[in-house]
């Protein structure tokens, strides 16, 4: 995919697969909902979860997101790079209204809900992925020629 595919492909997805080292060095691999902010994924999680501690340790993250059922369907984004923990309580607030819209439409960010999520935005920490690596394909391009 071109940087623009990649770009538009994250952003229509609702799947981010994320894959820490944890504490044995095995990969600790969780599936999130994400928003792409400033180009990057981005997502909250609770501040205790073991990602989190495992980002703490070492920042190394790789994720994935990747759809279709058929193998001429198959499209995919890998990304390797840096987690940064976002810590700032209006910062995420913010990535919290991000994923509740993205997600649940207008009724997830409406009066209503705020307070839900300025509960949870106070148990939670950003991550957006730092990216330095990316691979994706496209099957779709190859035209049932495999």
């Known amino acids: 995919m071109t940087d623009d595919e990649v770009q538009a492909y994250l952003e229509e997805q609702r799947i981010l697969n994320v894959a820490t ?3 044995t060095g095995h990969p600790h ?3 999130m909902w994400y928003v792409v902010r400033e180009g990057r994924p981005t997502f909250w999680t ?4 073991q990602k989190v501690v495992n980002i703490r ?4 993250i790789s994720a994935l997101v990747e759809s279709g059922d058929t193998y001429g369907e198959l499209r ?3 990304m390797r790079g840096a987690a940064r923990l976002i810590e700032d309580a209006d910062e995420i607030l913010e990535i919290g209204r991000a994923v509740a819209l993205k ?3 207008p009724a997830g960010v409406s009066d209503e809900a705020m307070p839900f999520l300025e509960q949870q935005a106070a148990k939670r920490v950003g991550i957006r992925i730092e990216i330095d ?3 994706s ?3 779709t391009k190859l035209g049932g020629r495999y």
């Open 21 to 23: 080292i944890g504490p």
């Open 29 to 31: 691999l969780v599936a």
């Open 46 to 49: 609770f501040a205790k979860s």
């Open 57 to 60: 340790r070492d920042a190394r």
């Open 76 to 78: 995919g984004v890998e």
């Open 103 to 105: 997600y649940t439409g």
């Open 133 to 135: 690596h990316v691979v």
């Open 137 to 139: 394909w496209d099957h």
